[in-house]
């Protein structure tokens, strides 16, 4: 992330999109207005990079988890909750920016970041379809489930703070266990 979208991105958090202006990401950035449309044609250019950056990022980082836990379902689902609480809680600015923000997308941007959603939505509803298939889980819904699960570990994003008294290796296994019973885990 270039440091003209981190110092949007640090706007944005406090006064959100619409509430943030040229010239404060400029200060932010510690450049001058001109110096910003330099690098960014205008403020939805700056909004849009962040949202491609976190969602590429999130979708690289769940592409990778799964990958290397192996073939086992429940691995994989573990280790996909694990990415999920990992990066809302270490990136809680930008993910709560890029889910709270998307009304202020505009066109191609917006349907861009919409499939890459879909696509992330994805990797979790084939996972607890798996492992509804396979009786790793007994979901009733399987999609609504792993739209829950999504909510879950989104939600991390708008509430945790490191120095709340837990870890996020902590954090991640308190949501393994709270995910695993909304997929309704066999236990065998």
């Known amino acids: 992330m270039s440091p003209i979208s ?3 991105l640090r706007c944005f958090a406090v006064n959100g999109y619409h509430g943030t202006t040229i010239r404060q990401i400029a200060s932010a950035a510690g ?23 976190a969602m590429g990022e999130l979708i690289s980082a769940s592409e990778r988890a799964i990958d ?9 689902f573990d280790a996909l909750v694990e990415c ?14 890029t889910f709270s923000e998307i009304r202020s997308l505009k066109d191609e941007a917006l349907v861009r970041h919409l499939a890459a959603r ?33 909510s879950i570990c989104i939600g991390i994003s708008q509430w945790y703070r490191s120095d709340q008294g837990l870890s996020v290796d ?19």
């Open 6 to 8: 981190r110092a949007a």
């Open 118 to 150: 879909r696509r992330e939505q994805e990797l979790i509803t084939a996972l607890v379809e798996e492992g509804v298939e396979t009786s790793v889980f007994q979901a009733p819904d399987p999609r609504h489930v792993a739209r829950a699960i999504s």
């Open 84 to 97: 999920l609480v990992q990066f809302h809680a270490d990136f809680a600015d930008v993910a709560f920016v």
């Open 68 to 76: 290397e836990a192996g073939v086992n379902v429940l691995d994989r």
């Open 31 to 53: 450049l001058s207005v001109p110096g910003i449309y330099h690098y960014f044609g205008s403020k939805q250019d700056i909004l849009v990079d962040l949202c491609e950056v």
């Open 170 to 188: 902590e954090l991640s296994e308190v949501h393994v266990r709270i995910c695993r019973d909304t997929a309704r885990w066999a236990r065998t």
